[in-house]
């Protein structure tokens, strides 16, 4: 009889372990939601009835890594030697996402005029065109720079610059529905009762456009999200996001929340060099300049490797994987510039699409007395040819949306839906 009991036990034990797992198990989730809707007990994918794709989960799309989101302190810990005074300290949180591990380069660029010169209208090709002539300098000899940075294979892999604002923007918008399609091709979702594509190009069911998606046009093109198997957009990063992602904070922490240090680069440390012992000790972790007339150090020991851009990976990844968070090109971002954005932007996902709360009309930029206004963008990450200052992923400065430089490329990034880890 007390040998029986300790069996007994064991079989009411497991008995309630399987009980309790079958009853777990019957919640649906975004990925199992079941066979049957638990508001009407309608069954799914029945024929003329809704249908519900089957779906594994959101996957990284082409180039992109997972950036888990969180709180951290955004603003500028170097000294504000321009004393701008326009990103203080404030503490925001960031939706999960994901962003490109690299800038865009070249040859992703030219894939893209490739695509719509065959497509598109030689206006459309035109408009969508690199400022070569943005290497041109009247006391430089940058010729070969105009001819050859963009399309010669030596160059495949540096980072795309010429680029303006709407230009990255309408990248963003054709890269897409390239995916996109690409995706639906490898499917075979449309012979399972689900249609990949929207009874109306463009149509986006049951929701009005918001406004930053008017602003842009609306990227889903005429693919149903609906159907699992397409991405959400690709589009800039916010200013928030980008600063999230290049301080990589999540390299610093130690236990529950706490983090060891803050970060002034995507790196530990104050100093701009490698500081692990090894064969790369003491060299740059950034491609920039250090001086006047010092873009790269001595032949033979050339520091930070480039006198120019350099390609996209050569430099260490942050803790989130991220190339080139620092150096190499500032990058575009979606937020319009206002000084004083970080007094009145949301603490949650915070973005400046306009002039709401601080209108263009205050900076009286119609009389020339101020660059402000809704077309001017803002940039960050520092350049080859900007000085270690701008390196710090704090620091931001703004340009007109329809102008380029040969300092400014860019990356972008993609919500991450339904995953926080």
Not at 53 to 60: E, N, P, R, V
Request: net charge positive; proline share 4%.
């Amino acid at each position: 009889m007390n040998r029986k009991q300790p069996l007994r036990s064991i079989a009411v034990l497991l008995a309630f372990t399987v009980a309790f797992a079958a009853c777990k198990s019957k919640h649906p989730t975004s990925v199992k939601p079941g066979k049957e809707s638990t508001a009407t007990g309608i069954a799914y994918n029945q024929k003329d009835g809704f249908q519900v794709a089957k779906y594994k989960g959101q996957s990284a799309g082409p180039n992109l890594v997972f950036v888990e989101g969180g709180r951290f302190t955004m603003g500028a810990l170097e000294e504000d030697v321009m004393n701008s005074r326009d990103n203080r300290e404030r503490t925001v949180s960031i939706q999960s996402f994901y962003m490109d591990e690299t800038e865009i380069a070249n040859l992703h660029y030219l894939e893209y005029l490739n695509a719509i010169q065959k497509d598109s209208s030689e206006e459309v090709y035109t408009r969508a065109l690199p400022d070569t002539n943005v290497w041109t300098h009247p006391l430089s000899y940058n010729d070969p720079y105009v001819t050859q940075y963009l399309r010669f294979p030596g160059f495949r892999y540096y980072p795309v610059v010429g680029v303006s604002w709407v230009q990255a923007n309408d990248y963003s918008i054709w890269r897409t529905n390239a995916v996109n399609a690409n995706l639906a091709g490898k499917s075979n979702s449309s012979k399972k009762g689900f249609s990949l594509k929207r009874k109306k190009k463009g149509e986006v069911d049951g929701a009005e456009q918001a406004p930053a998606e008017q602003e842009v046009k609306n990227s889903q093109s005429n693919y149903a999200l609906e159907s699992g198997t397409i991405l959400p957009n690709y589009r800039l990063p916010s200013e928030a996001e980008w600063e999230y992602a290049a301080k990589a904070l999540i390299g610093t922490q130690y236990l529950d929340e706490n983090q060891s240090n803050q970060r002034i680069y995507p790196w530990d440390g104050s100093s701009v060099r490698n500081a692990q012992r090894g064969r790369k000790q003491g060299q740059m972790l950034a491609n920039f300049k250090r001086g006047r007339g010092d873009y790269a150090g001595i032949a033979g020991k050339s520091n930070d490797g480039a006198i120019i851009t350099q390609e996209i990976y050569e430099y260490p990844p942050n803790d989130f994987g991220l190339y080139n968070m620092a150096g190499n090109v500032n990058e575009w971002v979606y937020d319009v510039y206002r000084p004083l954005s970080y007094q009145d932007v949301n603490d949650l996902n915070p973005l400046r699409r306009n002039g709401y709360l601080d209108e263009e009309k205050n900076y009286d930029s119609k009389n020339s007395n101020s660059l402000i206004n809704d077309k001017v963008r803002v940039y960050k990450g520092g350049s080859w040819s900007d000085v270690s200052y701008w390196l710090s992923p704090g620091t931001r400065r703004f340009m007109d949306q329809d102008s380029a430089t040969a300092t400014i490329g860019f990356r972008c990034a993609m919500i991450a839906g339904g995953r926080n880890k």
